[in-house]
């Protein structure tokens, strides 16, 4: 099937989206593809974390070859094009962009984008958004999550995914044309917690400082007492609240 110029499955029932991807880059149908699946039995998050797939919900997976993007400035465009999709469906809803690539709507994640690379040269990018209903637990006790059913928005994932794919195509497209500087404007347009403080969880300790930016090669630059620092992984919590991680 073709959607939005991209070649598309769609499955019934997969592990993960991102592994169904991976093993079609073995011999691409496509230059770009997208795998998606109305049931994921094994999603994956970011930092080693899982991902809970409830039915309903969206979860694909698109499949760039790495020279099609540059793998810095992907969360960008990716992230941008779930935020502007959201606004599309709901233009008066308060939706944000929180680094490196989460969409919050009222402050809380409705969605999360995990980047693999894959042996044969091909990124794959994959997206879960809480359309149906958002994840409960105690391990949502840290942040809140929300689902656009939460907010009354009435969508299915399908209608989204194309939605999405048009927003991503315009967005890649201007990525390609005036480069980062304009996708990092508007990401930053629509950035939560600009100049704010904020808590952000490394792999072994937690730094904090002020949210000062995004720098040429998407790391967030963190302004502290006596310096300014860059932060290429981690997990932002904004100070304000202490929420949205
Ligand atoms: C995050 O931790 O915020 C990223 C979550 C990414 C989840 C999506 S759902 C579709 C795709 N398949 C996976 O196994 N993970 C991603």
């Known amino acids: 099937m073709q959607v939005e110029d ?141 689902s656009l059913a939460d907010c009354n928005v009435v969508t299915d994932r399908l209608a989204f995914l194309r939605l999405y794919l048009q927003r991503l195509n315009a967005d890649l497209e201007r990525l390609n044309f005036l480069g980062f500087e304009d996708t990092r404007r508007r990401w930053l347009e629509n950035a939560c917690a600009k100049g704010e403080k904020i808590k952000v969880n490394l792999e072994r300790r937690t730094i904090e400082g002020v949210f000062a930016g995004i720098a040429e090669d998407g790391a967030l630059v963190l302004q502290q007492e006596h310096e300014s620092r860059l932060v290429y992984a981690g997990d932002v919590f904004i100070k304000r609240n202490e929420e949205n991680g």
């Not at 502007?84 to 008066?92: G, Q, T, V």
């Not at 308060?94 to 680094?99: A, C, D, H, I, Q």
């Open 6 to 146: 991209w070649y598309w499955q769609d499955l019934e029932k997969v592990g993960s989206t991102n592994d169904a991807a991976a093993m079609l880059c073995a011999a691409p149908p496509a230059a770009k593809f997208v795998v998606s699946a109305a049931c994921q039995t094994a999603g994956r998050g970011r930092r080693g974390r899982s991902w809970q797939s409830l039915a309903g919900n969206l979860f694909m997976s698109l499949a760039l070859p790495e020279a099609a993007a540059n793998l810095n400035h992907l969360p960008f465009v990716l992230s941008l094009a779930l935020l502007e999709s959201i606004k599309d469906l709901a233009p008066d809803l308060e939706v944000g962009l929180k680094w490196p690539n989460d969409v919050l709507v009222r402050g809380a994640k409705i969605s999360g984008i995990l980047l693999e690379k894959t042996a044969n040269a091909y990124i794959i990018a994959g997206i879960g958004v809480n359309i149906a209903a958002a994840p409960q637990g105690k391990d949502f006790a840290d942040y809140p999550v929300i």
